[in-house]
């Protein structure tokens, strides 16, 4: 639900994707706050998918695989596990509403999770919007050491393979930093977005989805 003019209005899957496609993403307070309001950056965080960038040691851990890596089998859980408090953050801003419609835009064929997996316990992971050729991270989180970190390389490798043009990450922080992610302005993000929404790209594309993989892409293309 959101506010406009003193007014309320439900936000369905149809009116998130348009926004998403328009640049615009929706965060709540807190997860106990019921209403959504729309971000808008002035300075966008995107990760070019031409720099995405490894460090040597954790391109030791991907070679030794501690996780089990999978796509899009407990996406419920992924948006839950980035919904709880952790180290340095102690509130979320995905509320029961954004829950909800991400949950309906993952059974649409609109969202994915990549998933850390030590068994058959889920350690870590992240999820996003897929748009076009553009994906919107939306968040991720870790209960190993470089677990999301590792999601995150896959998810990667998968959006390389599978011709996406755009890796929003919605805003830039010095994790994001160190694997290559920088700033744009709103002007040249827009640019980007306009022509990333009106191609085609696939989440599943052959050959994607091992440590072997990930890190002949990466040593193909650094």
């Known amino acids: 639900m959101v506010r406009r003019g003193g007014q309320r209005f439900e936000i369905t899957p149809s009116i998130l994707l348009k926004?998403?496609?328009?640049?615009?993403?929706?965060?709540?307070?807190?997860?106990?706050?019921?209403?959504?309001?729309w971000i808008d950056p002035t300075e966008r965080g995107i990760l070019p998918l031409d720099r995405f960038h490894l460090s040597r040691s954790l391109r030791k851990t991907i070679r030794r695989a501690p996780f089990d890596i999978r796509v899009d089998t407990a996406f419920p859980a992924v948006v839950d596990g980035?919904?709880?408090?952790?180290?340095?953050?102690?509130?979320?801003?995905?509320?029961?509403?954004?829950?909800?419609?991400?949950?309906?835009?993952?059974?649409?064929?609109?969202a994915h999770s990549v998933e850390a997996?030590?068994?058959?316990?889920l350690v870590?992971?992240?999820?996003?919007?897929?748009?076009?050729?553009?994906?919107?991270?939306?968040?991720?989180?870790?209960?190993?050491?470089?677990?999301?970190?590792?999601?995150?390389?896959?998810?990667?490798?998968r959006l390389s393979r599978g011709d996406y043009r755009l890796l929003d990450t919605q805003f830039l922080t010095d994790h994001l930093a160190s694997f290559g992610a920088i700033e744009v302005h709103r002007d040249a993000y827009q640019v980007l977005l306009a022509e990333a929404v009106s191609d085609d790209a696939t989440f599943y594309p052959s050959g994607a989805g091992t440590a072997e993989s990930v890190l002949q892409l990466f040593n193909q293309t650094s």
Do not use: H
């Open 19 to 37: 926004a998403y496609a328009c640049g615009i993403f929706p965060m709540a307070e807190t997860a106990e706050d019921p209403g959504i309001f």
């Open 124 to 157: 870590g992971g992240l999820y996003g919007v897929s748009l076009g050729a553009a994906f919107f991270g939306e968040s991720m989180f870790s209960r190993r050491t470089d677990a999301s970190k590792i999601a995150l390389a896959y998810l990667w490798e």
């Open 82 to 110: 980035c919904a709880e408090a952790a180290p340095g953050r102690s509130q979320t801003w995905i509320n029961s509403q954004i829950r909800s419609l991400i949950l309906s835009l993952f059974r649409e064929g609109f």
């Open 117 to 121: 997996w030590e068994g058959e316990e």
